[in-house]
């Protein structure tokens, strides 16, 4: 199971945080990240990262968003937040070969 929290709204520039949390049965290795979701556009895939690992990111968010991990939780730090940056973001967990979805929180970035 994967609860996220944050997200909300944020003026061009500004910052937020998101955070998730994974639960139940969760296996040694494993990859922990996040994907988005705009109105109308296909789900994008924002940053990962291994248990055991250094985060990767999709290029569009290269520089400006900050993925880490303690544990079973993942914190994506996004910064310099534009308003293609709106979507919903879902956490997501693959172990095993299977994929975990959490429910997605909404980012939008406006003035």
């Known amino acids: 199971q994967l609860q996220a929290c944050g997200g909300g709204l944020v003026q061009p520039g500004g910052s937020l945080r998101l955070s998730c949390l994974a639960s139940?049965?969760?296996?040694?290795?494993?990859?922990m990240g996040w994907y988005r979701q705009a109105p109308g556009k296909q789900r994008e895939w924002v940053a990962k990262?291994?248990?055991?690992?250094l985060p990767t990111y999709a290029d569009s968010v290269k520089g400006r968003f900050t993925l880490s991990r303690d544990k079973n939780t993942v914190y994506l730090e996004m910064n310099s937040l534009k308003p293609e940056d709106t979507a919903a973001y879902c956490c997501?967990?693959?172990?095993?070969?299977?994929?975990?979805w959490g429910q997605g929180t909404q980012v939008t970035v406006s003035s």
């Open positions: 139940g049965m969760i296996y040694s290795a494993n990859i």
């Open positions: 997501w967990l693959n172990q095993r070969g299977t994929d975990t």
């Open positions: 990262i291994l248990n055991r690992g």
